[in-house]
């Protein structure tokens, strides 16, 4: 059969969709599940935004287009960036991809080597380390703190710097933890970045899923604009994830490195859906409104019913549609409850360790899911953990 490629053995994946599809295996045999492990709004796609994409189909947008974008989506994208970071970009700053996922990819292609290495916070999305791995480089994890709202160790920080530090990766309102890094924070970051002059990949992706204070981009800083690349989609906010729309922000020497990219790889993002990512922005936003409305009203149901649960404790998320309770009471690995979850009682939900090994200890469970099925869940939770600490 061949061998294979050695880095292959450095690359990772995504535990989520390892979860959900052992979920449905379950669900095959007739147990009944209760899903909290995927990352993706259970909302439809706003109806505008499918029609502008049938019309799109319908008037030919089936074809090739530019490698980094149309330029209508691209200046849409510039205009509406520039309105919410306060930061004046424009088209030529912007390439779109097919999701957002290939802005990491490309980021790390780019700009890492073997040798070099990268700050990145842990507990985080797996793809950050997965890729960081891959490319030969040396990964730099920085603890997230329960104990400040999930932002990161800054002594820890401060300290891993060195003259080899090629990259730091922030992700703020973040995931698994739904953390947000506060403003203090991004300052010290960012002084660090500009001292050296530090690449910053900032993934923003959950940027529109805040529910406690401003949104804070670190490219909004003195010296960072140029220093900073900024990754956002359409997937959260307009529960459009299986469209795979995304998209960087970036000086122009960047950009011209992931059009590169693009053209090795995927050629371009899909022209039709792309007109559907400029009604996106376009509006009207009330859809995206009243999804972020509900999101925040389960937020307060399923954070408050965690913490009557005798032993867990359960921040409350600043931002994206996680929570992150504790578990160090049950005194099991997180893996291993997890499991239990899953098999015994039907609860999908992941261990914190499959976002990195300061998650022990936790559990995420992603509340986008109905009103019923989080009452259901922390009804059954409940028992399970009282059977546990019997």
């Not at 900024?230 to 960087?248: E, N, Q, V």
């Not at 960047?254 to 050629?267: G, P, Q």
Request: with cysteine; glycine share 8%.
């Amino acid at each position: 059969m061949g061998t294979y490629a050695q880095r292959m053995d450095r690359l990772g994946t995504e535990t989520a969709f390892e979860v959900l599809a052992r979920a449905k295996a379950l669900e095959a045999q007739g147990r009944t599940i209760l899903h909290f492990e995927i990352g993706e709004p259970d909302f439809d796609t706003p109806s505008h935004i499918k029609e502008a994409a049938i019309q799109a189909i319908q008037e030919g947008y089936t074809h090739y287009g530019p490698t980094p974008g149309l330029p209508v989506l691209r200046q849409a994208i510039a205009e509406v960036v520039s309105q919410s970071r306060g930061l004046p970009v424009s088209p030529e700053e912007v390439i779109v991809t097919p999701g957002a996922k290939p802005i990491m990819f490309f980021t790390l292609l780019a700009l890492v080597q073997a040798g070099d290495e990268v700050i990145y916070p842990n507990p985080s999305f797996p793809i950050y380390e997965s890729m960081i791995n891959f490319v030969g480089a040396t990964p730099v994890p920085i603890p997230l703190l329960e104990a400040n709202g999930f932002s990161f160790d800054m002594a820890r920080f401060e300290a891993s710097l060195s003259p080899r530090t090629k990259l730091i990766i922030l992700n703020s309102p973040g995931n698994p933890t739904g953390g947000v890094l506060p403003r203090s924070d991004l300052q010290r970051i960012a002084t660090a970045a500009v001292d050296r002059q530090i690449m910053v990949l900032s993934d923003e992706i959950y940027r529109g899923l805040q529910y406690e204070g401003s949104p804070e981009s670190i490219a909004t800083l003195p010296g960072m604009k140029d220093l900073t690349i900024i990754l956002d989609g359409f997937s959260k906010l307009y529960a459009m994830t299986g469209w795979r729309l995304g998209y960087a922000v970036a000086n122009r020497q960047v950009i011209e490195h992931f059009t590169k990219l693009m053209a090795n790889s995927a050629s371009c993002t899909a022209s039709f859906v792309q007109i559907a990512g400029v009604a996106a922005l376009r509006g009207p936003h009330e859809p995206s409104q009243r999804m972020v409305a509900e999101f925040r009203r389960r937020r307060e149901i399923i954070v408050a019913g965690m913490n009557h649960i005798e032993g867990l404790q359960c921040a409350m998320p600043a931002g994206a549609f996680y929570i992150f309770p504790n578990i160090r009471a049950l005194q099991r690995p997180s893996a291993e409850i997890a499991a239990r979850l899953l098999n015994e009682v039907g609860i999908a939900c992941l261990s914190g360790t499959a976002f990195g090994s300061y998650g022990e200890g936790y559990l995420r469970f992603s509340y986008a899911s109905s009103e019923e099925n989080i009452h259901n869940m922390l009804k059954i939770m409940d028992q399970f953990v009282i059977d546990m600490r019997r």
